[in-house]
């Protein structure tokens, strides 16, 4: 079996398997003056056995690098953000002209314009859109849309669904065991401390691909319900998919009871299709919120739907603003991403590289007979050592996935040159910039992690 060392340096990539010094002293520094030394908390992570996490420097194309030089390919992406890959070259130009022109005005812009002509043509069912900074604000429009334009308060969620980090929707994101309550009734609970308990109570929650018990759900509280909101494919919960037919029931069930259903689009948004799950599953919500993709790595985000509610947000009767909505320089990066992304064949092959390290995976899991779900498609997908190496249906499910497996797959990736998702539940993605080549040596660095942990 090769070691990590000589595995890394016959894939041409430099090996992360002493201890990174230089992220190790940033680390030490950050934590004088950053709360926990990060500004996220999904930052919390550590580099295999060592208790802090890689700080990055530099990136290029599908490629990073740490303050300690190794090099890194990047599955990570941003969380997907970075669709084009780092630095790519035309989203720069696009981005140096429009600094040359002016980073802000307050006022209104035509690249905002632009873009938002854009994002209707690419994504069925969007007839208009409201621009903001982040997913999570992007969230806060539209359930504030939804319960103006129905006189409702309450809103559905399903469990294990992320919908960002703000209270509206903090709710149930990965409750524990003793949290969750029963299955046909979970209980919401708070992500975090710091949430009024009056914002949990407005909250309903239910379990994901769930035709019977959600319709109970609904039978008791459809009428209070301003909205139901998912993910259409869990990406931070194991890329768990919609079973067959579910979606469409659910759009039907909305459509019956009045209820407004929300697509949650900011991770599927352009990278599930070219108009984002609506179009991969030929389906339209009322609504959506987009971020991530869109910006290609720029602070942008949105929401937008059906033209009889989004018209609250234009008469001003539903408030939504800010300072830095539709700012120029992040939709010039927003423009250029999306005219980049509807190229014949670029989406294609990012699916297609995708799908090849799916295959890798699971063959490389099933020769060594361990047990794991891989799960997604090709943009998106995540390995997850689940008992019987079943696909996924709900959170539920997640109980039982072995995580030290996973982290001790993560860290020999890293000794290989490949960086993915330090969670064992959330997605590694491809971008526009990886290529063969770079699949090729992930296919090894793939094969020679699962030596290791096997």
Not at 204 to 232: K, M, S, Y
Not at 321 to 343: D, H, I, K
Not at 365 to 372: A, E, L, Q
Request: net charge neutral; glycine share 10%; with cysteine.
């Amino acid at each position: 079996m090769k070691t990590m060392a000589a595995a890394a340096s016959s894939l041409g990539l430099a090996a992360c398997n002493a201890p990174a010094e230089e992220s190790q002293r940033w680390f030490a520094r950050a934590r004088k003056v950053l709360a926990g030394g990060i500004s996220s908390s999904a930052r919390a992570t550590v580099t295999g056995p060592w208790p802090y996490p890689l700080y990055m420097t530099r990136g290029q194309g599908s490629h990073i690098w740490d303050a300690d030089g190794h090099e890194f390919i990047d599955y990570l992406l941003s969380y997907g953000a970075a669709i084009l890959g780092h630095a790519h070259p035309e989203l720069l130009a696009a981005v140096n002209a429009q600094l040359q022109r002016g980073t802000m005005f307050g006022t209104c812009n035509t690249v905002e314009v632009e873009l938002a002509e854009q994002i209707c043509r690419m994504v069925p069912g969007v007839e208009l859109v409201r621009f903001a900074n982040s997913g999570s604000e992007a969230i806060c429009g539209a359930i504030r849309a939804a319960r103006g334009y129905t006189g409702k308060t309450r809103v559905l969620k399903f469990e294990g669904h992320y919908h960002g980090w703000v209270d509206a929707l903090a709710v149930s994101n990965r409750p524990t065991v003793a949290e969750a309550g029963p299955l046909d009734a979970p209980i919401s609970q708070p992500h975090s401390r710091g949430i009024p308990s009056g914002v949990i109570q407005d909250v309903l929650i239910a379990p994901f691909n769930d035709r019977p018990r959600l319709e109970r759900i609904l039978q008791r509280h459809g009428g209070e319900l301003a909205a139901i909101i998912l993910e259409p494919v869990v990406a931070n919960n194991a890329c768990l998919a919609p079973e067959a037919g579910y979606l469409a029931w659910l759009r039907d069930e909305c459509t019956r009871r009045g209820i407004i259903l929300i697509f949650d689009e900011i991770v599927t948004g352009f990278r599930l299709a070219r108009g984002g799950a609506a179009e991969a599953f030929g389906l339209i919500p009322d609504l959506a919120i987009f971020s991530k993709a869109l910006g290609g790595g720029f602070a942008i985000s949105a929401f937008g739907g059906k033209q009889a509610i989004m018209q609250l947000v234009a008469a001003n009767r539903v408030k939504h603003g800010g300072t830095y909505n539709g700012n120029p320089l992040c939709a010039a990066a927003a423009l250029c991403t999306l005219r980049q992304l509807e190229r014949p064949g670029v989406l294609e092959t990012i699916h297609q590289h995708g799908r090849t390290c799916m295959e890798a995976l699971r063959r490389a899991m099933h020769d060594r007979g361990i047990p794991c779900a891989v799960q997604g498609n090709g943009a998106m997908f995540q390995v997850v050592f689940s008992r019987d190496g079943r696909p996924l249906r709900h959170y539920r499910d997640l109980w039982d996935v072995d995580v030290k497996r996973y982290a001790a797959f993560r860290h020999a990736l890293l000794q290989t040159g490949v960086h993915v998702n330090a969670s064992p539940t959330a997605c590694w993605f491809i971008s526009a910039s990886h290529s063969s080549d770079d699949v090729a040596v992930t296919v090894e660095a793939i094969e020679s992690a699962t030596q290791a942990i096997g």
